[in-house]
């Protein structure tokens, strides 16, 4: 099984942290902006190999043309926002709407991140959110924490069964 994830969120909500963190096992503590970036993993669950492609796209709140195309072939959306950033939060939001408004709703995990961090986004309010949305919600600190690979595990789950097996023909007249 192949699964494409596409992470969103604003600007140093730390998804590319996350997504380190989950591919390499490490934090880095200098912030760089990403620039499109793709990383894949194969993990196995319930005896199957899953490969899961992880895109983390350039900052969400500017949207192109290549988000739009990430945005289709994606099986399911990562959501992230930092739980010390209300303006993250609202960020996600947006980006949510503008989805939900282009009919492209599928799966979605969101996550909390940077809970090593003071809070201004409270738990009870997130997950109200993520559950009036049927998203999955978790919360984590790509710098602390490596349990990132559980919220993955609980999006695959979730998502309804893909086949991956594509049949290609030329029909020639």
């Known amino acids: 099984m192949i699964y494409k994830f596409v992470l969103l969120g604003a600007g140093s909500v730390g998804k590319s942290s996350l997504l380190r963190k ?7 503590q200098v912030y760089e902006p990403t620039t499109d970036e793709m990383q894949s993993i194969t993990i196995t669950i319930d005896k199957k190999q899953c490969n899961i492609d992880l895109l983390d796209p350039h900052d969400a709140n500017n949207w192109s043309t290549m988000h739009d195309l990430y945005v289709l072939n994606s099986n399911a959306y990562i959501l992230v926002y930092a739980v010390n950033d209300a303006f993250s939060f609202d ?10 408004k282009s009919n492209k709703i599928k799966p979605v995990l969101c996550i909390g991140n940077k809970i090593d961090m ?29 349990d ?26």
């Not at 989950?22 to 880095?28: A, R, S, T």
């Not at 201004?120 to 919360?139: L, P, T």
């Not at 990132?148 to 029909?171: A, Q, V, W, Y």
């Open 22 to 28: 989950l591919v390499f096992g490490d934090y880095q």
């Open 91 to 100: 960020s996600m939001l947006k980006i949510w709407n503008k989805l939900k």
């Open 118 to 146: 003071e809070r201004v986004i409270q738990k009870s309010y997130a997950e109200n959110v993520a559950k009036s949305n049927n998203w999955i919600y978790r919360e984590t600190s790509a710098k602390e924490k490596n």
């Open 148 to 173: 990132i690979i559980d919220s993955i595990i609980s999006l695959i789950k979730f998502c309804p069964k893909i086949d991956n097996k594509r049949t290609m023909s030329c029909t020639i007249s």
